[in-house]
């Protein structure tokens, strides 16, 4: 899962001149708010790539399904919480600067592609998902969103309700688990996906057709590219993780088996149960510690197979009414005109939201 807490401070605990680097280049701050005299960027009209050779992310190889976006929203929101400034505020004073951030990411992507199915997954499981009874310490190391973040990804939530997008969200499971149900309950009904996120472990859901698509850097791949990126194919990653461990989400994996190992040991014996299974070749493999790495193997077989649970995304997460197609619907013209005004928008980003929503020109406020 997406590193969503690590590094959270309170604004008001920064230190005079500590600077936050900037999440991507799809962040830029702007040290003014959206003002009707800015110049206004015209909307790209809808394209399937970004360069040469780029995957078509809209119509897709021939047989290949009707594409179904995923958004990996809280990855973005965070994103905009470090990259935004802090001069972004609300009818009632308190910051929205993620709000600000996630508008634009919306936009863009929704300008640019005009999906017609996509799912917008939060984490809202911080504390309560299924893994925490499994492993108290999973996510251990993060600390607690502050206040002023949990109000914005209400906002955020509710921006992508308005627009008409399908929201997934459940306190019991993550983002990533909400976005593996989606794509395994839509497949059979003619879609592929297109998983919007950076996130290493979403690369376990691959597979034919999908993609993945990290937004921020314009990089997209299918499963047959993972290897590449990773050094094991899609289907191994969680026995990946499992064998090396995710400090991200502080999972440890096996004492003394890092990146490195674990990834000559799954092409060798191609899954951890097969590993397992066969634990005493491990020590006749040509590679420097492999009579370590099978003791290692043996003494925590157990501690590897609960962590293989906890790397595994979950692809039985209820989804409720959208399930399974997740059509866009129509925007919600009241609620985006509350949310235009309670967060203070600008007039241009009021006029791409309404263009976005289908909804002509945003009333005069």
């Not at 799809?26 to 399937?48: I, M, V």
């Not at 929201?167 to 839509?186: C, F, N, T, W």
């Amino acid at each position: 899962m997406a590193h969503r807490l690590a590094g959270l401070r309170s604004r008001g605990s920064r230190a005079a001149g500590d600077v936050r680097p900037r999440a991507g280049r799809r962040f830029r701050p702007h040290r003014h708010s959206d003002r009707g005299g800015a110049r206004a960027r015209p909307a790209r009209p809808a394209r399937a790539a970004d360069r040469p050779g780029a995957v078509n992310a809209v119509a897709g190889p021939p047989g290949a399904g009707v594409p179904l976006y995923l958004v990996d929203a809280s990855l973005y929101v965070f994103r905009a919480w470090h990259s935004m400034p802090d001069e972004f505020r609300d009818v009632d004073g308190q910051p929205c600067n993620a709000v600000q951030g996630f508008a634009r990411f919306l936009l863009e992507l929704l300008e640019r592609e005009r999906p017609r199915h996509i799912a917008v997954a939060f984490d809202e499981a911080l504390d309560s998902c299924f893994r925490n009874a499994l492993y108290p310490d999973y996510k251990a190391n993060r600390p607690p969103a502050p206040e002023e973040l949990r109000r914005q990804f209400a906002h955020c939530k509710a921006l992508s309700a308005a627009l008409g997008l399908n929201v997934l969200a459940h306190d019991r499971y993550e983002a990533d688990d909400l976005i593996g149900s989606a794509l395994h309950l839509a497949r059979a009904h003619g879609h592929r996906g297109v998983i919007v996120s950076a996130d290493k472990d979403l690369s376990q859901l691959l597979d034919g057709h999908d993609e993945q698509w990290d937004f921020a850097r314009g990089q997209r791949w299918r499963a047959a590219d993972v290897r590449t990126r990773h050094g094991v194919h899609a289907h191994q990653i969680a026995d990946y993780l499992a064998l090396c461990g995710d400090a991200i989400d502080n999972i440890p994996g096996v004492p003394g088996i890092g990146a490195k190992t674990a990834s000559v040991l799954l092409s060798h014996f191609g899954s951890l149960d097969a590993l397992l299974a066969r634990v005493d070749e491990v020590a006749f493999l040509r590679f420097r510690g492999a009579a370590q790495a099978a003791a290692r193997l043996r003494q925590h077989r157990e501690r590897a197979l609960l962590y293989r649970q906890l790397t595994t995304i979950s692809l039985e997460a209820p989804l409720g009414a959208a399930a399974p197609r997740f059509a866009r619907a129509g925007a919600d013209a009241a609620a985006l005109a509350d949310l235009c005004t309670r967060l203070r928008f600008g007039p241009l980003t009021r006029r791409r939201l309404y263009a976005a929503a289908g909804l002509g020109e945003p009333p005069l406020s």
